[in-house]
């Protein structure tokens, strides 16, 4: 987990917290909690945040680009999602695991659950679109650095998240992904990555 | 997100959109041209499924709603009503008309925030040449006013969904005859003169509208359809085609044929063998006349433009809707004089069918469910609007990529205009991804 001091105050190269709103397998219900929570927080934020890429409100680079913080809300069911979730892993200062199905993988990892004559309905489905055995959360697979759980997402504590990224100083940032690459090295917890 | 060529031939590209941006949950779109022709055209629906009808079976009828409020977080709550409907339904529970009137004022908060976040959010950038509304120009007097009644229409059936709900998204609130919690009156007094204050905003959204020159309008007519009441009330009515034939809602899944697209995740539907469109276009074009009177006065000048088989128009009826149910809310917090400590009835379970029908949205929900005598549902099926449009997007697509080619249009105006076509149809995608074919014997 990433700890800072609220003190220090800079962001990235123009001032501006980048972040990024990424869905993937969900009802995306946090992409409508944070759409609405732009009604009444946006004039605050638009001076500090730079949606870096954000589909639900502009078209966004196809290419992932280098950003502070990723939201990234839904279960992982496919392999090209999980290629794609790497890849937001590695151009994200900070991963912030949004909503139940990021977190803990649940109500879009229902099939994990499903008894044998359930799976044998779904299994042409699986096989056709080559979707991975088992549903994952996105710890299974990154490193993620905070979560807000709740389904849909829980307001206030992204709210709370939100503000202690923006009062984050960027060097902080790099200090601690290099401490956290560190103690990955030796850690005893697995990684798919 | 384009796959712009290097070196660009206008008779013979590719167009990639592997993510479609502004719309609900994830679509993409390829079209192969050679020699200015359309030689391969593919629209499809890439969520991953989430298998809810399977995920259903075996569990009590009575956890159904909120269970199903989880397909699509745009709009929950119009599955979690309907599923309410299709429950009391099946076990002979008649709703009381203070439940009936909040369900109403519910679901016009879900189609205020909904439809506000469409055309907004997502269509109105492309009449200002925009990305984002976000990057909408506050030094010109226009834009900033559209971009703060971006943010104050849409917190108005965000409340008014709070209120009644508890929740805006999976509200927790209503279940199976009523509400586990009911909203305080005075609450919804307050809200009152802010969803006066929104009236003119919209007023001025529909004269946006309105004057969109986009046309397409598809070559076979298709078969608008929709629930349709005296009241314009999107939970209960009739259901009717625009032939004017009346559908037998219990066996809605009769008429409407499904339609397997090989490489979309979501299957299609065809009406009775025919191309099909529900949504805020077919309910005007069926039911104008059962507007709110005060909307009807407001926006006159535009109600002739109805019937309509322009889809772009699909944008100024979500306005008008947007309208009417404005001004219904108004006149049901006007009459509420309090609202009385009612409890849910108790439920006894038996072997039943009950069919739930409501307008979400963007068009015709539909659920089913069988349920053994112990109260557990034996099988279900969930027919969402995406689903039905989705065999016409992909043919107006074709057909306005066709003319486009005709008129000599670059690869980026036929890109741009195909996503402007695609978000006319309000499609949703977390919705339509999510089912399979159900065989009920």
Redesign the interface.
């Known amino acids: 987990m990433f700890h800072c001091s609220t003190a220090d105050k800079i962001k990235s190269m123009n001032n501006k917290l980048r972040i990024g709103w990424f ?1 993937f ?9 944070f ?2 929570l ?3 927080h ?1 004039k605050n934020w ?1 001076n500090s945040i730079e ?1 870096a890429h954000a ?8 290419i992932i680009p280098e950003m502070d913080v990723a939201f990234v809300e839904g279960a992982i ?2 392999d090209k ?1 999980e290629e794609k979730l790497n890849n937001i892993r590695q151009k994200a200062k900070i991963l912030v695991a949004i909503g139940s199905c990021a977190v803990v993988g649940s ?2 990892n ?2 994990n659950f ?1 008894n044998r004559s ?1 799976l044998e ?2 299994k042409p ?1 699986l096989e056709r ?1 080559k ?1 991975k055995e088992k549903v994952l959360k996105l710890s299974e697979i990154v490193k993620v650095d905070d979560v807000v759980p709740g ?2 997402m829980n307001e206030q504590v992204f709210l709370q998240i939100m503000d202690k990224y923006l009062n984050t100083n960027p060097l902080s940032f790099r200090e601690n992904e290099a401490t956290e690459k560190s103690s990955e090295e030796t850690s005893d917890v697995p990684k798919r990555k | 997100m384009h796959d712009i060529n290097d070196h660009f031939d206008p008779d013979n590209f590719d167009i990639n959109l592997s993510e479609i941006s502004k719309i609900e949950g994830a679509a993409s779109l390829e079209i192969k041209v050679r020699d200015k022709k359309i030689e391969d055209l593919k629209f499809s629906i890439s969520e991953w499924k989430r298998f809810y009808t399977q995920a259903i079976q075996g569990k009590p009828a009575v956890a159904i709603p909120q269970l199903v409020a989880r397909i699509c977080g745009t709009c929950s709550n119009a599955h979690l009503l309907c599923s309410i409907k299709a429950i009391e339904n099946a076990l002979s529970i008649l709703p009381s008309n203070q439940t009936k009137l909040l369900r109403k004022l519910l679901h016009f908060g879900l189609l205020i925030r909904d439809h506000a976040l469409h055309l907004y959010i997502f269509a109105l950038p492309d009449i200002y040449n925009k990305n984002s509304i976000l990057e909408f120009d506050e030094n010109d007097t226009v834009q900033n006013q559209l971009l703060e009644d971006t943010f104050a229409v849409k917190e108005v059936g965000n409340q008014l969904s709070i209120i009644i709900g508890g929740r805006s998204v999976h509200a927790p609130n209503p279940t199976i005859g009523g509400f586990h919690k009911l909203p305080k009156i005075d609450d919804l007094k307050n809200l009152r003169p802010k969803l006066q204050q929104i009236r003119p905003k919209i007023i001025n959204l529909v004269e946006i509208f309105a004057k969109v020159t986009s046309v397409l309008k598809p070559r076979i007519q298709p078969s608008f359809s929709s629930l349709t009441s005296d009241d314009f009330s999107f939970l209960d009515g009739i259901m009717k085609s625009a032939a004017g034939k009346a559908l037998s809602e219990r066996e809605l899944d009769k008429y409407l044929e499904a339609v397997i697209i090989p490489y979309s995740h979501a299957r299609g539907f065809k009406l009775n063998g025919n191309l099909m469109m529900v949504g805020a276009l077919a309910r005007l074009n069926l039911s104008k006349q059962s507007l709110h009177p005060k909307t009807k006065i407001d926006i006159n000048n535009y109600l002739s433009l109805f019937p309509s088989s322009n889809i772009y128009h699909n944008n100024l009826a979500q306005a008008i809707e947007i309208l009417h149910v404005i001004d219904t809310s108004l006149d049901i917090i006007d009459r509420l004089n309090e609202i009385a400590e009612e409890k849910p009835p108790k439920i006894t379970p038996k072997e039943s069918v009950g069919v739930g029908i409501i307008e979400a949205p963007r068009g015709t929900l539909y659920h089913k469910y069988k349920i053994d005598s112990q109260g557990l549902v034996k099988k279900a099926e969930i027919i969402v609007p995406t689903g039905q449009n989705q065999v016409l997007m992909e043919k107006g697509i074709y057909e306005q990529t066709e003319r486009l080619l005709l008129e000599d249009a670059d690869k980026e105006k036929i890109t741009l205009e195909a996503e402007k076509l695609i978000r006319a149809f309000d499609p949703c995608m977390s919705c339509a991804s999510h089912f399979l074919q159900v065989n009920w014997r």
């Open positions: 869905s397998t969900c009802c995306e219900d946090s992409t409508i909690i759409t609405e732009l009604n009444t946006w638009k949606f589909k639900v409100l502009k078209k966004s680079p196809e069911t496919g999602q109500p879009s229902q099939r499903f359930q309905e779904i489905i679109f979707y389904c849909p």
